[in-house]
């Protein structure tokens, strides 16, 4: 079942009543992209970030590459 809700400041507002059989459930809650402010922790530059998340991609290459074993 879909319903529709209006977040503000921090809860979830149903558009109609609900009697819900339930105290807790799971919500999907679809957002566009343009709805969330990028925070970036430590305030670093959007280009530290993106080298920090290379060196990251790489180092779990690293880790999850085949193991090579040569025998003399």
């Not at 280009?47 to 779990?60: G, K």
Request: cysteine-free; aromatic content about 6%; overall charge positive.
């Amino acid at each position: 079942m879909q319903v529709e809700a209006i977040y503000e400041n921090g809860k979830l507002k149903f558009k109609q009543p609900l009697h819900l059989k339930n105290k807790k459930f799971t919500v999907m809650v679809t957002l566009p992209d343009d709805a969330i402010e990028e925070k970036t922790p430590y305030n670093l530059p959007p280009e530290e970030i993106e080298r920090a998340r290379a060196l990251l991609q790489r180092m779990e290459a690293i880790k999850n590459a085949p193991l090579l074993l040569i025998v003399a």
